[in-house]
Structures are given as structure tokens and as C-alpha cells.
């Protein structure tokens, strides 16, 4: 049976943050879950606002890549993204106030250093109106590099508001 | 001026660090790329809405004709 292990948690302050990263992951576990819950303070133009799951081998428009499938109240959509992991999953300043998205990834044996490495996600962004946003997407890192840090990057200048949290978790395979 | 934080899992430690200038300049490229992409997805939307628009007054059909002629 599998057993989760807090490696560490973060709560967003008064200030916001413009990422969160998680750093000097420890190469012990099998599986890594990264669980958060992020609003930021900026739109651009739907109540979820995009963001990006990084690490220390794919930084920003490093060469990850993502295919979804994404319903947002009205319609389904199936798209990708061929230069990072998107995520859809975090509420933008357009939705309902005080509401936060929620986000579960799941990274499978992060810590190989000859496989390339995966990520399934599973995320919806919380809003009280007909628009919000529910996704669930596969993640491919191309390279065989062990992951070590983990960055949340929400899109262009938004930033993370207070409240926002996030959780590490080591997964041991027994 | 927001901060990045950083948490060290080996140590627990939370930082929260000043964005450098080079960061904040990447930013804000972004969004100038981004406004820019938006600008011309939405005029490509408007152009495709008007070029069907016309298309349906050339047939003489409505719109949901036209989409029971491809059913």
C-alpha cells in the first residue's frame, strides 16, 4: 500500500508571491504529489488564469509539454501545450472573490535518472458563476534528468494572493 | 514588490526572496506577448465571424441550416 509522506508545505503571506518552489526534494520516494490551492490577484479575461508546473530540468518554455481536456461550464475543449505543463486549475482575480482552485499533480519516479519524466493532473478552479474550469491533463517532461525542485509560475505578472497554500508529498511504494 | 518563495525540503526553510531585475523584465516581455496574442486571436475571431456571416447571406441559409446541411 502506498504511503504519503508531508515532505513540506507552504502558506502564501499578506505580500502574494510571484512563484512558489519547492527546492532540494529529497530523492527518496517513489512518486512525488504536489496538492495546492492558489488564486492570483490578475485576469486575463477568465475567471482561471494560466499557470506553469516547472522544474529544475524544464524552466519556462523549456520544452515540457501538455495535452487536456478542459471544461469550462459551456463547452469541451482538447488542447496542448508544447513548450510547458499548463495549468488551468487556479482562480484568477475574475472569479468570485475569495475562492481558490485546487490542483493535485501527480509526478512518477521523479528521482530516475534513465526515464523520462511524467505528470498526470487533475485540477478545477472554483468560481460561483456558469464559467469555471475543470482539467485534467498529462505532462511530459523529455528527459531523463531527476527532479529536484518544482516551481509553480503563474502566467505573465499575476501573483499568488494570501491563503494560497501548497503541499509536497513523498509517495513510498511500500 | 512581490517576492518569490522558495521552500528548501531539505532544510524546511520557507525564504521569501526579491524578484532580480531580470526576472521582472521576463515577466513583463510575457505579457506583452501574451496581450499581443490575444489581440490577434481575437481580430482572427472577428475576421472568421464576418467571412462566415457573409458566406450565409451569399447561400441565403441560416446558420443552423447550414449545420444540418453537414450533419
Known amino acids: ?174 | 514588490m512581490t517576492n518569490k518563495i522558495v521552500v528548501d525540503c531539505s532544510t524546511g526553510e520557507v525564504q521569501e526572496i526579491a524578484l532580480t531585475a531580470e526576472e521582472i523584465a521576463e515577466r513583463e516581455a510575457m505579457a506583452e506577448q501574451y496581450a499581443q496574442q490575444k489581440a490577434a486571436e481575437e481580430a482572427q475571431k472577428a475576421a472568421d465571424a464576418e467571412a462566415k456571416s457573409a458566406l450565409l447571406k451569399k447561400l441565403g441559409i441560416t446558420e443552423s441550416e447550414a449545420r444540418l446541411l453537414l450533419s
Open chain 1, 1 to 174: 500500500m502506498a504511503t504519503y509522506t508531508l515532505i513540506s508545505s507552504v502558506t502564501v503571506g499578506a505580500g502574494g508571491a510571484s512563484t512558489i518552489s519547492f527546492t532540494s526534494i529529497p530523492q527518496t520516494y517513489t512518486d512525488l504529489c504536489l496538492m495546492f490551492s492558489a488564486r492570483v490577484d490578475a485576469t486575463i479575461g477568465d475567471s482561471y488564469y494560466n499557470s506553469y508546473l516547472l522544474t529544475n530540468a524544464f524552466p519556462l518554455n523549456g520544452g515540457a509539454s501538455t495535452r487536456y481536456l478542459l471544461g469550462n461550464g459551456s463547452s469541451v475543449s482538447s488542447a496542448s501545450d508544447g513548450n510547458n505543463i499548463l495549468l488551468l486549475g487556479v482562480t484568477s482575480s475574475g472569479a468570485t472573490a475569495s475562492t481558490f482552485g485546487n490542483t493535485v499533480a501527480y509526478f512518477t519516479n521523479y528521482a530516475s535518472t534513465t526515464l523520462n519524466k511524467s505528470v498526470s493532473i487533475d485540477q478545477v478552479s472554483e468560481n460561483n458563476a456558469t464559467a469555471s474550469a475543470a482539467m485534467l491533463s498529462a505532462g511530459l517532461y523529455p528527459a531523463n534528468t531527476a527532479i529536484t525542485s518544482i516551481t509553480i509560475d503563474p502566467f505573465s505578472t499575476g501573483n499568488f494572493v494570501q491563503y494560497s497554500t501548497a503541499y509536497l508529498y513523498g509517495i513510498s511504494n511500500a
